[in-house]
């Protein structure tokens, strides 16, 4: 199936790690390539895949949007549980880049204001800003 759902780690020069966050000293960044159907079949694979880079001490967690061909409710719900498992961990979740699909989702949920929503540049300026 070509639109099923993929993700791929990635540090700040966007070499591959194997899913371990980069330490940068001010703390962990870590950015996930999210592509196909983040639906009910796909969503459970970001939660398996976010959950042990917060878990082992990332700031920011960066989710690339812009390969999304489709979201549905399951993949709603997962971003909305990572928001708050970033939160609880005194990480921030960004999406950058949604794509048209999970922009349109997001605007009828109206969730766009839950989630910080960011162009690439802006996710690699707000990931190195010291934080309040």
């Known amino acids: 199936m070509e639109d099923r759902f993929w993700l791929g780690r990635e540090d700040d020069e966007g070499a591959q790690d194997n899913g371990r966050p980069q330490d940068d000293g001010a703390g962990a960044r870590a950015v996930l390539r999210l592509s196909g159907e983040l639906d009910l079949e796909g969503a459970p694979s970001l939660a398996e895949a976010a959950g042990p ?4 001490g990332s700031r920011t967690l960066v989710l690339d949007c812009h390969g999304v061909t489709f979201c549905d409710s399951s993949g709603l719900n997962t971003l909305l549980n990572l928001r708050e498992r970033a939160a609880a961990s005194g990480a921030r979740l960004l999406l950058a880049r949604p794509s048209a699909s999970v922009r349109h ?19 690699a300026d707000d990931a190195s800003a010291p934080r309040a």
């Open 105 to 123: 989702l997001l605007r009828l949920t109206h969730t766009e204001r839950v989630f910080h929503v960011v162009d690439a540049a802006e996710a």
């Open 53 to 56: 880079l917060l878990r082992d």
